[in-house]
Nanobody
Framework: QVQLVESGGGLVQPGGSLRLSCAAS????????VTWYRQAPGKQRELVAT???????TYADFVEGRFTISRDNDQNTVYLQMNSLKPEDTAVYYC?????????WGQGTQVTVSS
């Protein structure tokens, strides 16, 4: 059974950091392009960051150098390191793995940035 499982979310104060993980089972994540998305209450889901199978990374403009996406192929996991978090980063964060026609989503992890 193919699964992507996000973890690492939680409550953090403004300016704090979190590292999200997207752990895969039932598939070899290193061949997939993996994207982190987020969805805030009442808003559409938006792309945060992508890492290709070759390790190339791209980020949404709002990231402004605060987040880093990376992958550990031995652990079959992709990470999103988030620093200098702002209240507007509050959202459910989802990971998506895509390879050709194959497209998998995790269930999401809640990130809340609040004092």
């Amino acid at each position: 059974q193919v699964q992507l499982v996000e973890s690492g979310g939680g409550l953090v104060q403004p300016g704090g950091s979190l590292r999200l993980s997207c752990a895969a089972s039932g598939l070899t994540l290193r061949i997939y392009a993996v994207t982190w998305y987020r969805q805030a209450p009442g808003k559409q889901r938006e792309l945060v960051a992508t890492i290709t199978s070759g390790g190339r990374t791209t980020y949404a403009d709002f990231v402004e150098g605060r987040f880093t996406i990376s992958r550990d192929n031995d652990q079959n996991t992709v990470y999103l390191q988030m620093n200098s978090l702002k209240p507007e980063d509050t959202a459910v964060y989802y990971c998506n793995g895509r390879w050709g026609p194959l497209d998998y989503w995790g269930q999401g992890t809640q990130v809340t940035v609040s004092s």
